[in-house]
Every structure is written in C-alpha cells, then in structure tokens.
C-alpha cells in the first residue's frame, strides 16, 4: 500500500479530508486534516435533491484546494467517497465528471450500508476492544447504523433524516417538535430488532461535538474525545435542553457557534434513536468513515480488522519513536517477572500487568524530542496521543507510571488531576517503581539473564553479569514499602 495515502469524504454538510502516513506494514499515523463546511446539500432537499449552483461551487472550489495540499504532502494514493446528498442528487454524476476532469480526483458515491460499514471499521478498530455494540453516525442527510456482535459487523443500516434535512425541512420552518419526532420515529422504524444494543458508539460530528460538551461541564481531566464513555441517562436533560433550545441559547449550553445550525437536529435525532434501542452507555469515536475506508484499503485481506493483539498508537509510537527496542522488550520482561515476585508484598491484581508492560515499551519514547527530561517528554506525548486500542484510563495510568519511573514515587496530590481515571495510589506507586527497578537493572543495556526471589522482607536478584551500574541506580529508589533489596 501507499507510504501516504489522503481519503476524502463529501458529506452533505462537510467536506474533509485526512493524509495518513505508514510507518510499517499495518500501522500509520494521521499527518493532515483539512474540514471545510461546503454544505454541499444546502437548499436540496426542498428541491427534490437538486444540488443547488452556489453549494456545488463551494464543493468544487474545497475539493481544488484539497488536490493542493495532496500535491504538498506527496500523497501517492487518493480515495474520494461520497455520501448522502450526493446519493440522493439527480444532477450528482454531472458535478463527478466536473471533478474528474477538472481536479482528476475521482469520486465514489457509496451506498448507506457501506457507510455504515466503513464508520463501524473505524471505530472497532481504533478503539478499545468491543464485543457487542451499535455504531451511530448522524450526517447531515442521513443516520448510519452498524450492529456489532462478538466483535463483528453482522448488519448494517442507512435512514434518510440528517442534520442538514431536518434543518431545511422543519426547523428552518419553524414546525413543531412533535411533528419532528413523528417524522423521525416514522424512519426509525425501519431499524430492525436485532439493533437494540445497551452499549452504543458515536460516530460524526454531531455525537464528538456532544461528548465535547459533557466533558467541559463534568471537568472531565483528560482532552482526549476518543474513547470518552458516558451513562446517557446521566446527561439526558441536557439533551433534552439543547433540542428544546431557539439557536441564541445553544452558546449557554456549551454549543460552538460552528454548530448551531445542525446541533438540534443531531440531537433530537439521538434522543429519538437511543429510546428506539435502549441504549445506555454512549463510547465516542473519533474514528469513522474516513478512518474506516482507509483499513479497507490497508487490511483488505484480513477481514478488514487488525489481530486481537495489535495496537495501533503502540506499533506507530515503536516504529516512530523507539531508540532501543529490543531493550525495552527486556525491560517489559523483567518487570512482569518482579511484579510476580513481589505480588504477596503488593497484592496488585494481574490485569495490571498489561499497562506496566506497556509503559515499559513507551517509557524512553520522549528522548527522541530531547535527552533532559525525556519522561516528561514520553508523558505528555502519551497523554495526548496514545489514543486507538486504548481506554482512557489505560492511557492515563501508562503516562503516570512512565513520568513517575524516575527516582520518585507519585503522591496523592501528583494524581489528583486525574484520580477519577486512576486506581488507588498504592497501585500506582508500586507500578512505577517496578519499572524503575526493571529499567535499573538494564543499565549496562546488556540484558543480562536474570530471576528473581522474595522471602523474609527480602528481593534477592540473581543475575549473570555483575550489575555494577544497576547496584548505584537501586540504591537511588524510593521503594513503596520495607523491604530489602540483594543482587547475589
């Protein structure tokens, strides 16, 4: 596949693009994003889907400037899709030859099931693992559905109400809610039995900007949208508020003023669809169609999904960032080893184990920016961009142990920012200091054979080589409880 590779999406609201770059066989990172609101659907839907002269100048003009910044970043493969109102337009295939000939950008109009598909691709496959959920994308013309079974697509779902359409059709009118949500439940209707999921993911702009707004008015810690979980019933009436809202109101509840125009469309639509479904707990995506069309492209022949013990942000940090990774890899083993050998000191349950390993495969990322203070180089890079594969509370707890894991122990006022997301203090101290201690024991970097043995408040480290260096770096920790340390 291509080293870079720009995937555009023509929906009836935005128009956006995303570059990747890959870095090795299956992982990549995102280099460019570029949005513009061309609106493309703006005065169709009272025309029959006509796309109107004005909008389809606007697209032309954003899709030009995209093929600019395309030349700049070298791309060597473009996808361009297609959406809703596109779908729906009589004079569409005019505007593709347009485009073609013009731009030579070629433009694939999908279907609404393989937009459904495609926005579940991205989301299972850049979040956390999921076994069983619906995906909801709300666009400006229509709302995408994906069920998710054990871990696999098994249908999918397009409905014709969108931002944009209810927009134009209803509240531009200034009709009714009432007749809004029959319109709505008339539609929602279609969505078969097998769909009713308590858990759901949100996908677009409207389900992000949504999130965005919880975290803002709970103090969430964390910046991060991807991967924020909430109880929908816990944030029910404010929901509630912003349907009910005239658009001068939507600025005090948190709206952005690039929203207030399909803000309460989106949101009757999720209230009317989450009653349908029974959902209780919302996972917001920050992947999906773009996201999803580009792993088609890139997994083609495995399923369209990467391996179970595959992390994406974890491969690209290691192929971008890692200075000695074989080492690393000792150090994540000497860690796991120490936290079993000391487990009737610490009582840490096992599934620890996981983040500790992984902070030892990230911990010295950050000297790749500067040698001087590369932990907090390492925590801050974690804290913002570990993001696809892992929870928020993985992540932040693998950025805790890796700025901790030098000569210190985190206190309770070092987590107090981010206690909601963190175990209690004690885990977290004894985790840093075993990959402290793990890290110590590799200071000649010779990655000597090692074991270990605890007895009578006693670690007993048995090695081949003499650990000179390591012997000065332990005397330097500050253990989280008493006991003694011995190399033989």
Known sequence: MSKRTAIIDIGSNSARMAIFEKSSRFAFHLINETKSRVRIGEGAYNFGGVLQEPALKRAFTTLEEFGHVIKGYKCNKVLCIATSALRDAPNANAFINQVHHALNINIKIIEGTKEAYYGAVGALNYLKTIQN???????????????????????????????????ELFFDKKIPLEKIRSFINEEIEKIPERFTCKEMIGIGGTLRSLSKIIMERTHYPLKTVHGFEYEIASHASLVNAIVSSDVLGLKNLGVRKDRFDTMREGCIIFQSIVQKLSSETMITSGAGIREGAYLCDLLHSHHHKFSVDFKLSLRSFKDRFSLMEEDNLYIKRVSHLLFDTLSPLHGIPDNFKYELGVAAELHNIGTKLGFYQNHLH?????????????????????????????????????????????PDMQTVQWLSFILSLAKAINSDMRRSKISFSYQNHT???????????AREQIKQLIKPASFAIIIK
């Open 133 to 167: 959920a619906v995906t909801i994308d709300i666009g400006g013309g229509s709302t995408e559905l994906a069920k998710i079974e054990n871990g696999l697509i098994v249908d999918t779902i397009s409905l014709n109400i969108g931002t944009v359409r209810l927009k």
């Open 378 to 422: 390492s925590f801050y890079f974690i804290l913002n961009n570990l993001n696809y594969g892992f929870s928020h509370e993985e992540k932040i707890l693998i950025a805790m142990l890796i700025k901790y894991h030098v000569n210190k122990l985190p206190t309770q006022e070092d987590m107090t920012l981010y206690k909601t997301l963190l």
């Open 459 to 469: 670690l007993s480290i048995q090695a081949e080589k003499r650990l000179f260096l």
